[in-house]
């Protein structure tokens, strides 16, 4: 019980941690809109002004709630069209890779079959030369075993030929695999382009949300304490709130995080594998698709942690992956974190964080049918299996 209360806790204090409210301040990049407790208590003596603040703040909130709702919804399609672009570069990169070891594989055997018929040609070129009718003419009582001879030697011309055919097949099978290898390659850079511009304009949907979220999570409660002060004429209510909170900071302090390896990598996760890297049929959407990372079972709220230390790339709604965040883990590493609980980012883009870190807490929204961990590994931006990546790192996620 305390494990899940702690992971509200972890929820709740991340969108606190501008202290704007343990300071009771209420600062904040729209602070003249908001009242003052000095505004606050000035209206309780007058029943007309008490009713004008009343109507501000219920105002105040119900804006706030207007700004997150617009702004989810926009990350969410923008996420939408960020993830299909990133499925589609991701799909195009297994199957251009593919297409590379084919035609790598069919320039070997060409070049093989090349030796072979060059081979044949140099030795039919040494065997030739003697005139027929003249072997014919001089080779007397032997003439039959002669005529055998040639024809046997015809059976070998035919079979010769059969190796030069065979070899200028598979050597247009090799240039027709590395024609495709070479558009698939180009095909894949035009969709690393698109996806990236995608990206771009998920993040920033994602940040305008986040802004919102945090500017109501910054504002809200105190807004429905004064609120409540107006309506129920108790003055104590804040001081409760803000000494609650504070307490709430002390329970957090005794909060631990995974266990790190000696190579620094942390399970970002509990929870078993219930969904494996690769091909399979999409639970959600029932597609056969190109699944980017591995799901991790784990229960709902429960911490995710940073797998390594980083940088926040993305924090925020994406599309299918639900609230997402992503860590750019250094040398063209990064690690990616999904269907993440709504309010359950505690980080923010531009933030370092370390490894074992909390960033955030384990839920079911996106594509999901149920809470779990969607976690994800790319290295030059291409995605690669968790599993024997982390197990490489000293970290094993199949348990």
């Excluded at 099978?173 to 996806?195: F, N, P």
């Amino acid at each position: 019980m305390r494990g899940r209360r702690s992971v509200a806790l972890l929820a709740l204090l991340a969108v606190l941690a501008a202290g704007s409210i343990l300071s009771g301040s209420g600062t904040s990049a729209f602070a003249a809109e908001y009242p003052s407790w000095d505004d606050v208590q000035a209206a309780r003596q007058n029943k007309d002004a008490t009713q004008a603040e009343v109507t501000r703040v219920q105002g105040l909130l119900a804006g706030l709630q207007a700004a997150v709702d617009a702004t989810h919804s926009v990350a969410l399609n923008k996420g939408d069209e960020y993830q299909a672009a990133q499925q589609k570069y991701d799909e195009a990169a297994v199957k251009a890779a593919e297409l590379l070891r084919q035609a790598d594989a069919a320039q070997t055997k060409a070049a093989k079959s090349k030796q072979q018929a060059g081979q044949l040609a140099a030795q039919l070129s040494r065997s030739a030369g003697t005139d027929f009718s003249t072997r014919l003419f001089f080779s007397g009582g032997d003439s039959k075993a002669y005529l055998a001879q040639l024809g046997l030697q015809s059976m070998v011309k035919d079979q010769s030929a059969g190796i030069y055919e065979k070899a200028i097949q598979d050597q247009n099978t090799a240039q027709s695999l590395t024609d495709q290898a070479d558009v698939a390659k180009a095909a894949l850079k035009r969709l690393a382009d698109i996806a990236q511009k995608a990206l771009a304009e998920a993040m920033t949907a994602a940040a305008a949300a986040t802004s919102a979220f945090t500017e109501q999570s910054d504002n809200s409660a105190r807004l429905k304490a004064q609120l409540a002060t107006l309506t129920t004429n108790v003055d104590h209510l804040e001081s409760e709130y803000v000494d609650g909170i504070k307490a709430l900071w002390g329970e957090l302090a005794g909060l631990g995080a995974g266990k790190i390896s000696s190579t620094g990598w942390v399970r970002p996760s509990g929870g078993h594998i219930s969904s494996p890297f690769g091909f399979r049929i999409n639970p959600f959407t029932h597609a056969y698709a190109f699944h980017a990372g591995t799901d991790l079972a784990a229960n709902c709220n429960s911490p995710i942690f940073a797998a390594h230390g980083g940088t926040v790339v993305y924090a925020g709604p994406n599309g299918g992956y639900g609230n997402f965040v992503q860590i750019d883990n250094g040398d063209g590493t990064s690690t990616g974190y999904g269907h993440i609980v709504n309010g359950g980012i505690h980080v923010s883009v531009g933030q370092p964080v370390g490894p074992g870190q909390p960033i955030a807490a384990v839920g079911s929204t996106g594509h999901s049918t149920g809470c779990h961990l969607h976690y994800e590994v790319r290295q030059g931006g291409n995605a690669t299996d968790p599993v024997p990546f982390m197990r490489n790192n000293g970290i094993e996620l199949a348990n």
